[in-house]
């Protein structure tokens, strides 16, 4: 039988290493499923319930293991599911290599059933690459090319194969005028910085006196070079969020997320810093950092096209972190004056001490902040860890102590909802030795987190370590806009928008094979993530939380925090006494630092 299309490029992501596609069937791409059953499912077909999950899961283990995911989708409706997924991966500069169908090529132009003008569909979101393969000859320097830009510009690429062209016969490129060979495999150099760009930047860090750090992303694999600066220089080190994963938070001078969902002595490091290093973040919310004129500032980052935003820097370095900070390291003086870092790590300990108290506060019946606490206590230190949008990520950000080798994200940048579960999935398939835990909110459980329990429900069995746990904040409301409702405008409750109906999670979870605990009271949370964290197969926490609990900012003001127990008073006046206790303790955080 003769290699088709199909074939040949299952064969060369064999050879690119790729041991699973997340996608899901359809018509345009059937050439490809023929070819997946005559390889004997190698890569393996991971089959999603929705094309945007089967994004989400190539974006999740793209983050959690540093490689290329891969996703698959059909022609028309299958191609325009993938796309969130995919921008999710282009606004946190993930490689993700997206596969889709196209009607037949005697079709195009004819307004075809689910005939989709597809180039320019993914001309955004794969802007770095995105092709069509017309002939055979073509087909291994596209996905080639594919491959080493996704990895190459951190970004998601695309190819596109008409569902004709999938069971042409496969034909190598020849030795002739306008073909266009290709090879496998790159290896990437060593980006070292300008000599005299570091020693300008030792320079400045040493003039400073009040010194600040801020790691993202682009500094993971950079943590002891960046513990060895913050020692050196007596600075404190902010996490932009999707960095929170890079530094321990056992570090008594790490002062924690940064942002709308960061902080307080992130926020007050920033405020009173004369000096500022920011090393591999792209971090976006300028007005978390210092004043422009208040600080004289350094950027780090690998990619000079992402270099010098968000601040007026004096110096911004291109190069590779970890071996720009080995180059800084010799020339930085150390720092005798120890009363900066002092009060770094006295503000540090006092918030954590802070999260205790919130944490503590009662709530009916649950207070969401306990859930990740506790957790938090007893979390395996290989732990990986996704937070989806709204308010489970404010408590991710500030209620989870991050140590050990364990890993965390979520949708940083596009902040979608719906991508705690598949990311989870897709750390598994990344490593399936090693736990992992969703925290879900109820309005993403219910947009696509109960389906996608189905797709853990078929697949768990074949992972080395079978624990998948899936919490969920049992609330009944879109918590996160309901309180940026208040806060901003004093609008006590929009029911017809927030109020989302009642389910059981735990008792679909059930009906599927999966492990549940059904949780309303707060004495029983350790118990349950003892069982969880224990178990013999994954488990979803339906934890029944109180949404009167505030996710208040660390930047929040007196007015706005009226604004939240205002507008709760309207709505429900017997919620004073949870509010108030909230709130109390709010202002013990706030007042010991206030001017």
């Known amino acids: 039988m003769s290699t088709t299309v199909a074939d040949q490029l299952l064969a060369r992501l064999r050879e690119w290493d790729v041991e699973q596609v997340f996608g899901y069937p359809g018509d ?50 299958g191609a325009i599911h993938l796309l969130n997924g995919l921008y999710d991966a282009k606004l946190d500069h993930v490689p993700v290599v997206a596969i889709v169908g196209q009607t037949n090529r005697t079709a195009m132009g004819g307004s075809y059933q689910q005939e989709v003008d597809l180039l320019s569909l993914f001309k955004d979101v794969a802007s770095d690459y995105v092709q069509m393969v017309t002939v055979p000859e073509q087909l291994p320097n596209v996905l080639d090319r594919a491959m080493r830009i996704a990895v190459s510009r951190r970004a998601p690429t695309a190819i596109i194969v008409p569902n004709d062209v999938q069971e042409l016969e496969y034909a190598a490129p020849t030795h002739d005028f306008k073909m266009v060979p290709s090879s496998l ?37 950079a943590a002891t070079e960046v513990a060895q600066v913050a020692d050196l220089l007596g600075a404190g080190v902010a996490k932009a969020l999707l960095g929170k994963d890079v530094l321990s938070d056992e570090l008594p001078f790490v002062t924690g997320s940064i942002g709308l969902l960061g902080t307080r002595p992130s926020f007050e490091m920033m405020r009173d810093c004369d ?29 000079g096209a992402m270099i010098g935003m968000r601040y007026p820097y004096e110096l911004n370095l291109v190069g ?22 002092s009060t770094i790590e006295a503000n540090v300990k006092r918030w954590w001490e802070v999260m205790e108290s919130e944490a503590q506060v009662e709530a009916k019946p649950i207070n969401p902040m306990k859930l990740f606490h506790d957790f938090s206590t007893v979390a395996p230190e290989d732990a990986m860890i996704a937070a989806d949008s709204g ?55 219910q947009m696509n987190g109960l389906a996608e329990l189905l797709t853990v429900a078929r697949y768990w069995k074949g992972w080395a370590d079978p624990r998948l746990v899936v919490a969920v904040l049992h609330n009944n409301d879109l918590n996160q806009v309901t309180w940026e409702l208040r806060a901003m405008g004093g609008t006590p409750d929009f029911v017809e928008s927030q109020a989302l109906p009642e389910v059981s999670y735990a008792a679909f979870a059930s009906s599927i094979g999966l492990g549940t605990l ?23 926490l339906d934890v029944h939380c109180d949404p009167d609990v505030p996710p208040i900012p660390p930047h929040a003001d007196l007015e706005q925090m009226q604004n939240m127990a205002a507008a709760l008073i309207k709505g429900d006046t017997s919620r004073w006494g949870v509010i108030k206790e909230g709130l109390k303790t709010k202002a013990q955080e706030l007042l010991p630092h206030r001017d």
């Open 28 to 77: 345009g791409i059937n050439g490809l499923l023929g070819a997946f059953s005559r390889a004997k499912d190698q890569p393996r077909f991971i089959q999603a319930r929705h094309e945007e999950m089967a994004a989400f899961e190539a974006v999740g283990f793209a983050k959690f293991s540093g490689r290329v995911g891969v996703c698959m989708a059909t022609s028309g409706p």
């Open 185 to 221: 495999g790159v290896s990437w150099p060593a980006v070292d910085p300008d000599d005299a760009a570091v020693r300008a930047a030792a320079d400045l860090l040493n003039a400073g006196e009040k010194v600040a750090i801020l790691i993202g992303q682009g500094a993971r694999g």
């Open 320 to 341: 590779d972190a970890a071996r720009t900070l080995q180059a800084l390291i010799p020339l930085l003086e150390r720092k005798d004056d120890g009363a900066w870092r």
């Open 275 to 303: 000096t500022l290093l920011t090393i591999g973040s792209n971090f976006p919310y300028s007005q978390f950092l210092p004043e422009p004129g208040q600080a004289r500032a350094v950027q780090i980052d690998i990619d």
């Open 391 to 445: 308010s489970a990520a404010n408590w991710y950000a500030r209620q989870i102590k991050m140590r050990g080798r364990m890993r965390g994200s979520l949708s940083g940048t596009l902040a979608t909802m719906g991508p705690g579960v598949p990311y989870v999935i897709g750390a598994k398939f990344a490593h399936p030795d090693r736990p992992a835990i969703a925290f879900e909110g109820d309005g993403a459980m």
């Open 518 to 540: 059904t949780v309303t009271d707060p004495a029983d949370l350790p118990a349950a993530w003892a069982e969880a964290l224990s178990a013999d197969r994954p488990y979803v």
